[in-house]
Protein backbone atom coordinates (compact mmCIF):
# COMPACT_ATOMS: atom_id res chain seq x y z
CA UNK A 1 0.00 0.00 0.00
CA UNK A 2 0.85 3.17 -0.73
CA UNK A 3 1.54 6.15 1.94
CA UNK A 4 0.16 9.77 2.00
CA UNK A 5 2.84 11.48 0.92
CA UNK A 6 4.20 9.72 -1.95
CA UNK A 7 0.52 9.08 -2.68
CA UNK A 8 -0.02 13.00 -2.66
CA UNK A 9 3.13 13.11 -5.10
CA UNK A 10 1.45 11.34 -7.64
CA UNK A 11 -1.57 12.88 -7.75
CA UNK A 12 0.62 16.20 -7.97
CA UNK A 13 2.41 14.70 -10.66
CA UNK A 14 -0.45 13.82 -12.80
CA UNK A 15 -2.56 17.00 -12.22
CA UNK A 16 0.86 19.03 -13.32
CA UNK A 17 0.77 16.68 -16.49
CA UNK A 18 -2.72 17.51 -17.23
CA UNK A 19 -2.26 20.93 -16.97
CA UNK A 20 0.76 21.27 -19.27
CA UNK A 21 -1.51 19.58 -21.80
CA UNK A 22 -4.63 21.44 -21.38
CA UNK A 23 -3.35 25.00 -20.49
CA UNK A 24 -0.52 26.07 -22.06
CA UNK A 25 -1.16 29.41 -22.84
CA UNK A 26 -0.15 32.30 -20.45
CA UNK A 27 -2.57 35.50 -20.08
CA UNK A 28 -1.83 38.61 -20.95
CA UNK A 29 -2.71 40.75 -17.05
CA UNK A 30 -1.17 44.07 -17.99
CA UNK A 31 1.88 44.92 -21.20
CA UNK A 32 4.85 42.44 -20.77
CA UNK A 33 2.33 40.92 -17.30
CA UNK A 34 1.22 37.54 -17.55
CA UNK A 35 -0.24 35.09 -15.31
CA UNK A 36 -0.34 31.28 -15.75
CA UNK A 37 -0.79 27.51 -14.62
CA UNK A 38 2.26 25.44 -14.77
CA UNK A 39 1.19 24.31 -18.10
CA UNK A 40 1.99 27.92 -19.14
CA UNK A 41 5.54 27.44 -17.40
CA UNK A 42 6.10 24.47 -19.30
CA UNK A 43 5.23 25.69 -22.74
CA UNK A 44 9.10 26.81 -23.59
CA UNK A 45 7.93 28.16 -27.13
CA UNK A 46 5.22 30.30 -26.24
CA UNK A 47 7.53 31.80 -23.27
CA UNK A 48 9.73 32.74 -25.99
CA UNK A 49 7.11 34.42 -28.45
CA UNK A 50 5.95 36.60 -25.64
CA UNK A 51 8.96 37.25 -24.77
CA UNK A 52 8.69 36.43 -21.23
CA UNK A 53 12.00 36.23 -19.14
CA UNK A 54 11.17 35.41 -15.87
CA UNK A 55 8.59 33.14 -13.67
CA UNK A 56 7.25 33.36 -10.40
CA UNK A 57 6.59 29.96 -9.23
CA UNK A 58 4.03 30.25 -6.27
CA UNK A 59 3.91 26.43 -5.27
CA UNK A 60 5.80 24.55 -2.73
CA UNK A 61 8.13 21.91 -4.44
CA UNK A 62 7.75 22.67 -8.23
CA UNK A 63 11.21 22.31 -10.38
CA UNK A 64 12.21 24.79 -12.71
CA UNK A 65 11.48 23.01 -15.91
CA UNK A 66 14.23 24.44 -17.99
CA UNK A 67 16.99 25.55 -15.37
CA UNK A 68 19.65 25.83 -18.21
CA UNK A 69 17.68 28.18 -20.25
CA UNK A 70 19.47 31.78 -19.57
CA UNK A 71 16.75 34.09 -20.31
CA UNK A 72 14.31 32.07 -17.57
CA UNK A 73 14.69 32.64 -14.59
CA UNK A 74 12.49 31.13 -11.50
CA UNK A 75 11.96 33.14 -8.68
Same mark, same amino acid.
Given at each position: MM? =??KLYQ %? %??AL? /??KLTKEDPMPGAVFPDLFIGSIGAAYNKKVLQELGITHILTCA /???KPRFPDV =? %??EYC
Open positions: D =SE %V %VKT /AM /ANI =S %VL
